[in-house]
C-alpha cells in the first residue's frame, strides 16, 4: 500500500510509470487496473497505453502495444498480455490478472464520511476484485487516507501483517521513511508553506489526507460527548489542567472531564 498526500505525484509512478515497466518485464501478463470512476481508469490507462507504444518503451523492453487492440480502457501487448480499467464497484468479470491496482478509491469527502459507500468499496474489493487475481498475483492499492474506515483503514485493521506499507506524511514524523527530520516538509520545492498553511486550516483534513492519519470526528482516546461546559463549579472542587495545545483538559476528582 502506498499512501502520500494529493498532488505527490503518487499516481504517475504507480499507476502509469510502473505498469508500463512491468509490462515490460512481463509482456505476456495482465493488468486489472482500478479507480473511483471509469473515467480516471481510462485516463490512467491511456498514458500506459501511450507509453508502452512509445519507441523509448520498445527499445528498453522489445515489446509494444498490439496493433488490433488499443482502446484506452482495453488493449494488449504484441505478446498478448492484457490491460484492463475499471471503475471502482464496476464489472470485472470474466477478467483476471496478474498485476492489480487500485489508485484512488474514495471519489472525495461525501464518499468518505458514508459508510454505505465505504462498505460498497470494501465488498467490491472482496468479492469483485480479489477474485480475479491470479493465484500469487501481486496487487497494490495507492491512495490519499480519507477515514479510519476506508479501504486503506479496513486493510490495515484485518490484515496488516499481509502488506508492505509506504506512508509519506506531508510534515515527516519518527522514523520517516525518507530519513527526514521530524517536522520536514514532503518536496518543500511543489509543497509550499503557505499551501501548508492553508491545508492545516481544516484539522481534520490535514491529519487525514496531508499526515495520512485520519481520526473520527468524534475523538478516539477522548471522546467529545464527554466534554462539557460548566458555567459555577462548587467552592470544594478542586481539578488537574493538562494543556493540549490551545485548549486546557481540567480532569476534578470525579473523573469529568471540561474543557476550558
Known sequence: MVYMPPGSTKSTYESVIFPAWYLGRQPEGS?????????????????????????????????????????VGEWETEAGGEYYAAGVGG??????????????????????????????AWQWYVNDFLPRLKPGASHIVIMTRWHEDDLGGRLLDREANKWRVVELPMEALPGDPLGRKPGERFWPEWFTAEMVETAKRDPRAWNALYQQRPVVEEGDYFKLDWFAPFVHLPDSVTWAVLQLGHMALSVPPRGEIVLD
Open 31 to 71: 493488468v486489472i487496473a482500478a479507480s473511483h470512476t471509469e473515467e480516471l481508469a481510462e485516463r490512467f490507462g491511456r498514458r500506459v497505453r501511450n507509453l508502452v507504444a512509445s519507441e523509448a518503451h520498445r527499445n528498453v523492453f522489445g515489446v509494444g502495444v498490439a496493433a488490433d487492440r488499443r482502446s
Open 91 to 120: 464489472s470485472i468479470t470474466g477478467r483476471r490478472a496478474d498485476l492489480g491496482v487500485i489508485d484512488d478509491p474514495v471519489r472525495g469527502r461525501e464518499d468518505a464520511d458514508s459508510e454505505r459507500a465505504r462498505e460498497t
